[in-house]
């Protein structure tokens, strides 16, 4: 685990802004964030995810599907009753944007096909993970990534050095027009830093955002020290000279995860080949609950008294998605997601 180091906001920020488009008939902003395999909207407790080629619309409440639209790639955004989504040729060859009314159930507006070469396009269109999205003033910006790999026989030449190097894109689309361009950089935000205490601070996960700040819960200031190889709670009061430090577990490259409310924090370890998710109480640092299933806590969505998160199915290749109740740890539901064939599972700690 690595402290002192500056790190900009984790995956996708909690989407917050509702521009005044044509597309987009902005009135009261819905509390979208990433989610797993897609976007929740947590306002209405509904999650769209991708499932092979189509898009699901789930019930966050009991994990059942509420319609389906075939077609599909990855949902993007969500403002009101229009969903963004990114969609394939049926070649898969090229990839464009399509903004869908759900209430009507049409399609709003489609863009023309995005210019992503045929190689990165196919990587959209197959890659487990959303593609990563920002939004700013009237426009959407989409950025991909993909490993390109030498398959030659020998060794590649120097000029052939850069096709085993990761390579990244961006397309910027108009939310009024639907209309793309290629352009050269993500807008990235602000750096957080964890320099202060740097000796001692532990970097960790609080709704979309990477910190290592204390919080309050209640009136107890708490944080995340490291004590040699272990994690520690320290919390302190108003007119109590003294901290009080709690050890909670074992250190690991996982950051832990703050629940929204930052009364629980979740920290995940391997042990003897498997993965155990252990959830402590902010306040007193006791064991509250455990998650024994194997998914990567990197990728899952925490809110103040839930977890969701996808695992492999035990045999064949179909995923699970977990709704997980917070602080015991037990499960609320859980669904298969059937995938092609094809597609690989959710990537695990190691």
Request: charge should be positive; hydrophobic fraction near 35%.
């Amino acid at each position: 685990m690595k402290y002192g180091r500056k790190t900009r906001l984790a995956g996708v920020a909690l989407l917050i802004l509702c521009p005044r488009t044509a597309v987009y008939a902005a009135s009261n902003c819905a509390e979208v964030t990433a989610f797993p395999l897609g976007i929740a909207d947590l306002t209405s407790r509904t999650a769209y995810i991708s499932v092979g080629n189509a898009i699901e619309a789930i019930d966050l409440n009991n994990g059942a599907t509420l319609w389906s639209r075939r077609g599909a790639r990855w949902p993007l955004w969500k403002v009101d009753e229009t969903l963004t989504i990114l969609s394939g040729s049926s070649t898969g060859q090229s990839v464009s944007v399509q903004f869908i009314d759900l209430h009507a159930g049409i399609r709003k507006v489609r863009s023309e096909p995005l210019r992503v070469p045929e190689p990165d396009a196919r990587s959209l269109l197959e890659s487990q993970r959303r593609p990563d999205i920002e939004i700013r003033g009237n426009y959407l910006y989409l950025r991909w990534g993909r490993t390109a790999r030498y398959e030659g026989g020998a060794n590649p030449p120097a000029d052939r050095m850069v096709d085993s190097t990761e390579r990244t894109g961006v397309a910027r689309i108009d939310l009024r027009s639907g209309d793309s361009e290629l352009v050269e950089q993500f807008p990235e935000d602000s750096a957080r830093t964890c320099e202060e205490n740097a000796a001692s601070a532990v970097l960790y996960r609080r709704d979309s955002q990477e910190l290592c700040a204390p919080w309050m819960v209640d009136t107890t200031n708490v944080r995340l020290v490291r004590r040699n190889i272990s994690l520690a709670l320290e919390s302190s009061r108003p007119g109590f000279p003294d901290s009080r430090v709690v050890i909670l577990d074992r250190a690991s490259d996982t950051l832990p995860y703050v629940t929204t409310n930052g009364k629980y924090i979740l920290i995940q370890n391997r042990e003897k080949g498997s993965v155990r998710t252990s959830v402590f109480s902010a306040l007193s640092g006791r064991k509250t609950g455990q998650i024994s299933d194997e998914f990567n806590l990197n990728e899952a969505k925490l809110t103040g008294s839930e977890l969701y998160y996808v695992s492999p199915s035990s045999g064949g290749s179909d995923l699970e998605l977990h709704g997980v109740r917070i602080p015991e740890g037990s499960s609320l539901w859980q669904r298969k997601i059937s995938l092609p064939a094809s597609e690989a599972g959710p990537n695990l700690p190691r």
